[in-house]
């Protein structure tokens, strides 16, 4: 079966750093989306990779390693407003996304 | 701005009263797609169209369907809805099927079931 595994809930310092790490099995793989949800609300789109190596875009940064089937999402200076759901998408061989069930971030002042 | 609207953001129904979502785009994208989520879950995808070709996930319940009359519209109908469909129920819009074009999501419309 197919499988994106995430950890449930992250905890974190206002202006830290904070790593989200994403693994993932998949049958193929035609890249790899980081969306963050605030509660309640729909999921925006952070970053795509599809090659390995690391994505930079301003405060985020995105991880991927093919390979070892693993991603991670980087963000610095972590601002109160941080505080949402990060999930992890993987698109398989159908150009289906497969959905992990989201890693809750909770950033303490 | 160009987005994805959907109506209404909060929806309550009955059981067994059937119910319609609707997702409007000014995206022009070819793809449009419905999510089931619940709470602390991963969107659960139940059908998307490409164009005007409808595919539906292998175990979406037959109480669910879902019309694109045209590029820009697209609804989810609910036959008879059960507490367990109680959800968020997302539409979102991609360009293409792959590549890096990445789905938009609307806000999301918000069922609960009485």
């Known amino acids: 079966g197919q499988n994106i595994d995430q950890p449930t809930e992250m905890t974190a310092t206002e202006g830290a750093i904070v790593q989200i790490n994403c693994t993932y099995q998949?049958?193929?793989?035609?890249?790899l989306f980081w969306y963050q949800q605030h509660a309640g609300e729909a999921p925006t789109f952070l970053s795509y990779?599809?090659l390995d190596g690391l994505e930079e875009k301003g405060r985020f940064s995105s991880f991927l390693s093919r390979s070892k089937g693993y991603s991670y999402l980087l963000l610095k200076e972590l601002q109160m407003k941080d505080s949402a759901s990060y999930l992890c998408?993987?698109?398989?061989?159908?150009?289906?996304?497969?959905w992990g069930a989201g890693t809750k971030l909770i950033i303490k002042p | 701005d160009a987005m994805v609207i959907q109506n209404p953001r909060y929806q309550v129904t009955q059981f067994g009263k059937p119910v319609t979502l609707s997702c409007s785009q000014t995206?022009?994208?070819?793809?449009m797609y419905w999510y089931q989520q619940k709470s602390s879950q991963a969107p659960k995808l139940l059908f998307h169209?490409?164009?005007?070709?409808?595919?539906n996930e292998a175990d979406t319940p037959d109480n669910f369907q879902s019309r694109r009359p045209n590029t820009s519209f697209c609804f989810l109908d609910i036959r008879s809805p059960g507490l367990g469909d109680a959800a968020m129920y997302l539409c979102?819009?991609?360009?293409?099927?792959?590549?890096?074009?990445?789905?938009?999501f609307g806000p999301g419309t918000r069922l609960t079931v009485l």
């Open positions: 979102a819009t991609s360009r293409l099927a792959g590549g890096p074009d990445t789905q938009y």
């Open positions: 995206l022009n994208h070819n793809v």
């Open positions: 169209y490409y164009d005007k070709d409808f595919n």
């Open positions: 998949t049958s193929g793989f035609n890249g």
């Open positions: 990779n599809v």
């Open positions: 998408a993987v698109r398989d061989s159908n150009y289906q996304l497969i």
